[in-house]
């Protein structure tokens, strides 16, 4: 090895360009579609979703973390309630916790796949449960480095307790956990598309649903809670999370097949 090359640095997540993407960003500046939604971001979620398989219902949104963000909301978890998550990970697998006025409860790894052990889980399932009288509110098993976790032993120990879980596959697009993939065992999961993810839209996320109306419910929610009425009526909070549809133009590009 020469002195040259032990120094060469090796970047984590260098972003690799299919060379399609300026055609499908082009078309929404030529049909205007410079808005947060469009037929980029169908198209790219109508991609995701024949991608994941398992009758799952995609909607792209802003960012991961504001998939965690309406899949708690959808979950129920509200002030006061816990929300068990995997210690270690990024922050923004548990900001979303805090964003509803929830606490989180961190969960410690097992040696083996680097995420939440089971073990530990149904002990602080069983602890909480003890000490503060109620079950926590969700699960949040994180995929990390797009290490699958042990989500058969996981989903057990959350059925068991009748607990919903939310998969962080913020970094495992494309991993498999005994064939199945990653991001289609819990009742939601998020995607990431930020610049250092698996793919990148420069920007953005998912939410991967398991029911039609969960998908139609985090549209209503990213796009201000507007109730069906002619006029500017809201009866819910909302907030402005969907995608735009330049940034799906570059997730549209990607061939996930
Ligand atoms: C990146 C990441 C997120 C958040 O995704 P953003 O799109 O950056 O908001 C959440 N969880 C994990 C584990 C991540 O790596």
Known sequence: MTEQTMHKKIWLSLAHMSGEEQKYIQEAFDTNWVVPLGPNVDAFEQNLTEYLGENKHIVALSSGTAAI??????????????????????????????????????????PETWNISPYFLQQAIEERIKQSGKKP??????????????????????????????????????????????????????????????ITTSGGGALVCSTKQEAQKTKFYATQARDAAPHYQHSEIGYNYRMSNICAGIGRAMSLS
């Not at 816990?82 to 900001?95: G, H, K, L, R």
């Open 137 to 198: 509110k969700a699960i949040i098993p994180v995929h990390l480095y797009g290490m699958p976790a042990q989500m058969d032993t996981i989903m057990e120990i959350a059925t068991h307790y009748g607990i919903p879980v939310l998969e962080d596959a913020a970094e495992a697009l494309g991993s498999t956990f005994n064939g199945q993939k990653c991001g289609t065992f819990g009742e939601f999961a998020c995607l990431s598309f930020n610049g250092n993810k698996i």
């Open 69 to 110: 963000h309406l899949g708690l909301l959808q979950l129920g978890v509200s002030a006061g309630d816990e929300v068990i998550c995997q210690s270690f990970t990024f922050s923004a697998s548990a900001n979303p916790i805090a964003y509803l006025g929830a606490k989180p409860v961190f969960v410690d790894s097992e």
